[in-house]
Nanobody, 124 residues
């Protein structure tokens, strides 16, 4: 069975930093398209960042330059380093994985497996 477990969420003041982690089991990250998504109250889930098997990345315009997605294949762990956090970043953050390579998917589309989420709250 595939399992994704997020951690690292919390409450931070605007301008602060957080690092989210996603531990996976049941598959290896090296051959997967992986991503981070978020959902704010009253809004639909949106893609935040994505990384392919070669380490190439894709970011939403709203987080570009502030967030960095990375992975440690040996540890089967995905990371999201968030800096310069804004109140607008407040949301439940989810880790996701696809059964296909990123190349075969639309941006932030086609994810098959999801974690339960970790809450990030940014105060002014």
């Amino acid at each position: 069975q595939v399992q994704l477990v997020e951690s690292g969420g919390g409450s931070v003041q605007a301008g602060g930093s957080l690092r989210l982690s996603c531990a996976a089991s049941g598959f290896t990250y090296s051959r997967r398209c992986m991503g981070w998504f978020r959902q704010a109250p009253g809004k639909e889930r949106e893609g935040v960042a994505r990384i392919n098997s070669d380490g190439d990345t894709l970011y939403a315009d709203s987080v570009k330059g502030r967030f960095t997605i990375s992975k440690d294949n040996a540890k089967n762990t995905l990371y999201l380093q968030m800096k310069g956090l804004k109140p607008e970043d407040t949301a439940m953050y989810y880790c996701a994985a696809a059964g296909r390579r990123c190349l075969a998917l639309a941006p932030f589309g086609g994810m098959d497996y999801w974690g339960k989420g970790t809450l990030v709250t940014i105060s002014s």
